[in-house]
């Protein structure tokens, strides 16, 4: 009987373990990803701050970019660029500065979806599209936040290694109790 109540009580200890180290390390990840994500948005929100506050150094980055692309992108017959509202308000007034940078003719789109900045620009001769929004930009760059996450959590998975072989060693303790005990209640 109490070699049988033994066994059931260290399933029961070894069960509890194993469930309680799973869901530290779900709640971690969890965390990881939560914190991602609203570093995701953060950046997101200072960038809409920054092009707001700053709208002409703005327009002058894009129009980097674009000079940037130009080898690439400048194939007749046209080039379609969309943009969002703002800056197609900004663009269609301005269109001598787009046009100027290209060979082939120009095609100034407004974007049905809005998003933050950049810009979509499709080649209509191969349906070829380069997609420089600021949010695909951020998607793109999403392994170095993640690098830059783990390298942060490293530290904290070492800590829930400590916790995890501290916890570990009270079950071995309770394990070891509870044999005392059946012995002294015997």
Request: aromatic content about 12%.
């Amino acid at each position: 009987m109490r070699k049988n109540f033994n066994e059931i009580y260290n399933n029961l200890l070894n069960n509890f373990l194993s469930s309680s180290l799973l869901k530290i390390k779900e709640e971690v990840l969890k965390t990881k990803n939560k914190l991602m994500l609203d570093l995701i948005s953060a950046l997101t929100d200072l960038i809409k701050d920054k092009i707001k506050n700053n709208y002409t150094s703005y327009i002058a980055f894009l129009l980097t970019i674009l000079e940037s692309i130009k080898p690439i992108i400048d194939k007749p017959p046209e080039i379609r660029i969309t943009f969002n509202s703002k800056d197609f308000s900004y663009f269609s007034g301005n269109t001598n500065k787009i046009e100027k940078i290209f060979t082939n003719k120009v095609k100034l789109i407004k974007s049905e979806k809005e998003f933050t900045g950049g810009f979509v620009c499709v080649l209509t001769a191969g349906n070829i599209s380069y997609n420089y929004t600021i949010e695909n930009q951020l998607k793109r760059n999403i392994t170095i936040i993640e690098i830059t996450f783990s390298k942060i959590f490293s530290d904290f998975e070492a800590e829930v290694k400590n916790l995890e072989s501290k916890y570990i060693q009270f079950i071995q303790n309770q394990k070891l109790a509870i044999n005392d005990y059946l012995k002294d209640y015997e």
